[in-house]
């Protein structure tokens, strides 16, 4: 519960700070979608990029606010399962661990980036020039998926060999991003499993508690009003309150179990290899 409400408080609320300096242009851009879908116009490029560059410019806020509030939420996870003794403050701590952790953290997600970019440029350039040939051979779709599931394949590998990254430089106090490449050797099929088996479980657990709270809202205050405030958006607080406030809650409570679900079993894979590797 502690852990919810810090997440609620450094990770959730800044979000929203965010959304609501970008609300008006979004606004402004579902009624000129509106308006171009009833008029069967198109809406103007320019007008759209503009709309698109203004909610992007503050992107780097919510970044930044996501991966301190990660790393603070998973820090308290790590530190509850690797140093178990180490418990004031709910095992919340704002120091070297979790600044370490944070740049490990911050690191990886531009890696995979650039390497999602790599990976998808030759990938997306071979399928195009693979499809104007298979009009004629449609043996060669099945190439193309070969090819695409591959690159899918290649990605969430090097992901796995490197997500030890995270509990390893809490664990270490410093950065330790390639030690994890070595530390994941011959366990990548089986931290995919754990990783599969985690995701089903969140999935369901998302699908359940998503379900409980749009029929609850639904039931108290109506479904129709919500399909009408989309297609005609307008900012009525009293239309968005009840819907924004069940979001946040429905939001916080995943995301906290998340990251202990994770977090928890990635702790216990980095324990169960590093003290081999440490005999």
């Given at each position: 519960l502690v852990w919810m409400l810090v997440y609620l408080a450094i990770g959730v609320l800044p979000h929203l700070g965010v959304m609501a300096l970008i609300l008006p242009q979004?606004?402004?851009?579902?009624?000129?979608?509106?308006?171009?879908?009833?008029t069967h116009a198109p809406m103007p490029p320019a007008q759209m990029m503009q709309a698109q560059m203004g909610m992007m410019q503050l992107q780097p806020v919510a970044w930044l606010v996501g991966v301190a509030s990660q790393a603070i939420l998973l820090g308290a996870i790590y530190r509850?399962?690797?140093?178990?003794?180490?418990?004031?403050?709910?095992?919340?701590?704002?120091?070297?661990?979790?600044?370490?952790?944070?740049?490990?953290?911050?690191?990886?997600?531009?890696?995979?980036?650039?390497?999602?970019?790599?990976?998808?440029?030759?990938?997306?350039?071979?399928?195009?020039?693979?499809?104007?040939?298979?009009?004629?051979?449609?043996?060669?779709?099945?190439?193309?998926?070969?090819?695409?599931?591959?690159?899918?394949?290649?990605?969430?590998?090097?992901?796995?060999?490197?997500?030890?990254?995270?509990?390893?430089?809490?664990?270490?106090?410093?950065?330790?991003?390639?030690?994890?490449?070595?530390?994941?050797?011959?366990?990548?099929?089986?931290?995919?499993?754990?990783a599969l088996a985690l995701a089903i479980i969140a999935w369901i657990a998302e699908m359940v508690l998503g379900g409980v709270a749009i029929t609850a809202l639904g039931g108290v205050y109506g479904?129709?009003?919500?399909?009408?405030?989309?297609?005609?958006?307008?900012?009525?607080?009293?239309?968005?309150?009840?819907?924004?406030?069940?979001g946040v809650l429905a939001t916080t409570v995943f995301s906290t179990l998340f990251f202990v679900l994770f977090g928890a079993a990635w702790a216990e894979i980095y324990r169960e290899l590093a003290e081999p590797a440490e005999g």
């Open positions: 979004w606004m402004g851009m579902m009624q000129e979608i509106a308006s171009s879908a009833a509850a399962a690797l140093f178990p003794d180490d418990s004031r403050f709910f095992y919340l701590r704002l120091g070297g661990r979790e600044l370490w952790l944070g740049l490990v953290i911050l690191v990886l997600i531009v890696m995979m980036g650039l390497l999602l970019f790599a990976i998808a440029l030759p990938v997306g350039i071979a399928s195009a020039i693979l499809g104007v040939v298979a009009r004629d051979t449609p043996a060669l779709v099945i190439v193309i998926v070969l090819l695409v599931l591959a690159a899918i394949g290649l990605f969430i590998w090097v992901l796995l060999r490197l997500s030890l990254a995270t509990p390893l430089s809490f664990a270490e106090r410093s950065f330790r991003l390639y030690e994890s490449w070595g530390l994941t050797q011959g366990q990548a099929g089986r931290i995919f499993l754990v479904l129709q009003r919500l399909v009408g405030w989309f297609q005609h958006p307008t900012f009525d607080l009293a239309v968005a309150m009840p819907w924004l406030v069940g």
